[in-house]
């Protein structure tokens, strides 16, 4: 267990490390003169080359590419990602602002697609095959194909502006959470809910079911021994990449309700070619999904024996004993 | 190309039905046929909509932000475009990139992913970690930072969408070949002395491209939606171009005068992914034996 976790940390480790590569590559790719583009932000139409030179030294764009790369790496470890080309200031400070206000969207959009997703799917799974289910299944399909950004600005045109229903105040704070969170939810619950409709009803037609429900266990102890324990290994699993996920749908939630989190910020910062802020944004995103991946996969190592034993048998082969 | 695959078994969770077959069961589950008629309606009026309605990019300053009525069914635009003419506009373009992104991406995918299940060795090592690396990185985040470090435009949206889409395709046609190389036709044809070139291309190439096109198609949905949020973002077509995403932005500007100018690109992107969700989900049904 001990052994097969430290080698699942160094993999993502090393899946981070590729990434900040991946993302440097692009950057060779990317067109343009970055020390023109900040000047031309900066309201200098027609820069003299010095100026040019004076700003590539002070952007840390000078010199060979890989000298450059390690020492960002080297400041990225201690968490300094640089200064945004746009206003000067450190990348990192303008990310921690901004942070708090995407946490507070993505945890309560998490904890309501959970719930939204638990209630659907385990009512879809218990009547499967009744109308119930039929009614489930289409709303379901609804809330996958309609994408956020469109309930955001139906609930903004329709019950907001049209309808007068409420004002949607977007300050970042928990009490102004609950449209955007309501938004970013609803395409993560419905994915969810399919998922476990899915795999509880596999669970609920395996063999050894019909075993324990012929040696006289209760239904009660059916479903919370022998059917939830193997439906939630998949569900978990969905839930911990996707909680992931809506760091990278939030850009669009919090663009369409003017949220200020780092997802508007980064789009805004692409708009305008801040390079740095673009890649912090994506550090950031992978990381986090990397992390909850690893947290996913100890989890159900935890959960379920078999993938343990499967590693310690690979690394460790006991010898048979045999008994005399 | 003359070899007969034999349908055979023998590598469980690899095979699937013949093409010619599951296209018969497709045709008989109610959310394919939906799912086909919403699109070839979709089709056709991306087709034959330029032939219905005005310009997309004909503006009438006397007429904007007028109401739908019988001269502009959906209302003009902040310019006097008019909104049908756009969101049938829109049509072409949403679809074209969507086509262009599954082509790309199955042609690398099929290529990558059979060439590195034939190949085998150090080659295959190498490509199978690129594709495990990439298959767990988010992939919104990962078109965001393509497009936002190369800078907005339609032909980087697509690159990102292709940089993003292939990994899958090409990790479901390297396992299939892998399969197929130890298949007793495979076997036969190899002892038979039939030559390498001819043995991929006869019995390992048809089905891996199968493979590789029905993820694909299971991929389609979240392709068209990726498309459509990012140019909502305003990352994708540039203006004056017309696109449902970034018409969708564009309304925003007028949503207390004009709230008319959301149901086109709305329903659009809507009956799009509707269709793409119905057909993979039969696909699923019909080619994944534990859902039958």
């Known amino acids: 267990m001990l052994r097969s976790s430290a080698f699942r940390i160094g993999q993502a480790l090393v899946t981070l490390w590729v990434t900040s590569v991946l993302v440097w590559a692009l950057l060779l790719l990317a067109p343009g003169d970055p020390a023109r583009t900040v000047l031309a932000a900066r309201g200098v139409a027609d820069p003299p080359p010095a100026l040019i030179a004076a700003t590539r030294r002070q952007l840390g764009l000078s010199g060979p590419v890989v000298p450059r790369y390690w020492h960002w790496l080297e400041r990225a470890i201690h968490g300094d990602f640089g200064t945004s080309w746009q206003t000067g200031r450190p990348v990192m400070e303008e990310f921690a602002a901004r942070l708090p206000a995407t946490a507070r969207l993505t945890l309560t959009a998490m904890l309501t697609a959970v719930t939204l997703a638990l209630v659907l799917g385990l009512a879809s799974a218990a009547a499967a095959g009744t109308w119930i289910d039929g009614v489930i299944r289409t709303v379901t399909v609804l809330m996958v194909v309609i994408p956020g950004f469109l309930i955001g600005l139906f609930v903004l045109d329709i019950l907001v502006v049209h309808l007068n229903l409420g004002r949607i105040v977007s300050d970042g704070s928990w009490s102004t959470v609950g449209w955007p969170a309501a938004t970013l939810a609803i395409g993560a619950a419905a994915c969810w809910a399919r998922v476990l409709r899915v795999s509880v009803l596999e669970a609920r037609s395996a063999s050894y079911l019909l075993v324990s429900q012929a040696r006289g266990a209760s239904a009660l102890r059916r479903l919370f021994v022998h059917v939830l324990p193997n439906a939630v290994a998949p569900f978990l699993t969905v839930v911990g990449l996707g909680a992931a996920a809506l760091l990278g749908g939030a850009p669009i939630v919090e663009t369409v309700y003017s949220w200020p989190g780092v997802g508007q910020y980064t789009v805004q910062a692409i708009d305008a070619r801040d390079l740095p802020v673009v890649v912090t944004y994506t550090m950031l995103a992978v990381a986090t999904y990397i992390v909850a991946s690893l947290l996913i996969d100890l989890a159900l190592a935890a959960i379920d024996p078999r993938l343990r034993r499967q590693r310690a048998r690979r690394t460790r082969q006991r010898p048979v004993r045999v008994a005399t | ?292």
């Not at chain 2, 635009?77 to 829109?90: I, K, L, M, Q």
């Not at chain 2, 459509?228 to 207390?256: C, I, R």
């Not at chain 2, 709305?266 to 989900?281: E, N, Q, R, Y």
């Open chain 2, 1 to 292: 190309m003359t070899a007969v695959v034999p349908a055979a078994g023998g590598v469980p969770g690899v095979d699937v039905a013949p093409p010619a077959g599951l296209l018969r069961t497709l045709s008989r589950h109610w959310g394919f046929r939906v799912g086909a008629l919403l699109a070839v309606m979709l089709a056709a009026l991306a087709v034959i909509g330029p032939l219905l309605a005005h310009g997309p990019n004909v503006t009438d300053y006397a007429n904007q932000l007028a109401s739908p009525g019988a001269q502009h069914w959906l209302g003009t635009d902040g310019a006097g475009r008019d909104e049908f003419a756009r969101t049938v506009a829109g049509a072409r373009t949403t679809l074209g990139a969507a086509v262009v992104v599954f082509a790309l991406t199955t042609v690398i995918g099929i290529t990558v992913g059979t060439a590195a299940g034939f190949l085998g060795g150090i080659f295959d090592a190498w490509v199978s970690r690129l594709i495990d690396l990439l298959l767990g990185l988010p992939s919104l985040v990962l078109a965001l930072a393509v497009v936002g470090v190369l800078g907005p435009g339609f032909s980087h949206l697509i690159l990102a969408m292709t940089l993003t889409g292939w990994a899958g395709l090409a990790k479901v046609s390297r396992s299939y070949t892998i399969g197929a190389r130890q298949r007793p036709d495979v076997t036969a044809a190899r002892m038979a002395g039939i030559r390498t070139a001819r043995i991929f291309t006869g019995h390992v190439l048809p089905g891996a491209a199968v493979q590789a096109l029905i993820a694909a198609t299971l991929g389609l949905s979240d392709t068209i939606l990726g498309l459509a949020g990012l140019s909502f973002l305003g990352l994708g077509v540039q203006p004056p171009a017309a696109e449902w995403g970034s018409m969708l932005n564009d309304s925003q500007l007028y949503d207390t005068v004009a709230p008319w100018l959301v149901i086109g690109p709305g329903l659009g992107i809507i009956v799009a992914v509707t269709a793409a969700t119905l057909i993979s989900d039969a696909l699923r049904d019909c080619t994944d034996p534990s859902r039958a």
